[in-house]
Each structure stands twice: as C-alpha cells, then as structure tokens.
Nanobody, 122 residues
C-alpha cells in the first residue's frame, strides 16, 4: 500500500509560481510511474503530467506544456510539480498519483493523495 501526501498549494497571483510536493510512504517509490492530476470546480479531473518509472520520460497536458515541470527525488521518495506562469484557469485541486503501470490512462493509477488546493487570482 502506497500513501501519498501533497503539499505546497496556496494562493498566488497570475504570472506567479508554485512548487507542489508529494511525499510517498514507500521506499520503492522510484519503481512507480508518478502523475499529477487536477480538478477544477464543476469539472472532471484531468491529467496534468507524468514521470515514467525510469525518470527518463515525461508527458504533459497541452495546457501546461512549457509552464509546468514534473521531477522527482528518489532518495527522499518525493515527486514535485513546478508551476510557472500560472493562470487563473490553473485553479484547481491538484492530486499526485502513482502506478506500477505505464500511467498513460488515469484508470491505471492505483494510489492517490488527498489533494492540495491551488488558487490563481487574476
């Protein structure tokens, strides 16, 4: 069983930056594909970014490409989401997730955090 805990959300002005962190409870976190998802009010949860098990491949949603960066710290079982040039439409609850599969489909993710709120004021 993997437990994930996000932190780093908050209120930021448009154009600003935030870094979200996700701490995992397992020492084998490096063997999981890691993903970030978000859910805005009144909308379905959507994919944001993923980092492959090897760490060599990343995938981003078109809406965040060039602005967000996913990274990891295997030694500390962490995954991060650096968010720059934030826009009001980035306002959402952000979730980290993990899977032993490819992570190319949301349904593959077995483990989810509780989420952290990001609010971008315009």
């Amino acid at each position: 069983q993997v437990q994930l805990a996000e932190s780093g959300g908050g209120l930021v002005q448009a154009g600003g930056s935030l870094r979200l962190s996700c701490a995992a409870s397992v020492l084998t976190f490096s063997t999981y594909t890691k993903g970030w998802f978000r859910q805005a009010p009144g909308k379905e949860r959507e994919f944001v970014a993923l980092l492959s098990r090897s760490g060599g491949n990343t995938v981003y949603a078109d809406s965040v490409k060039g602005r967000f960066t996913i990274s990891r710290d295997n030694a500390n079982n962490m995954v991060y989401l650096q968010m720059n040039s934030l826009k009001a439409e980035d306002t959402a609850i952000y979730y980290c997730a993990a899977t032993r599969r490819t992570g190319l489909a949301e349904k593959e993710y077995e483990y989810w955090g509780q989420g952290t709120q990001v609010t971008v004021s315009s």
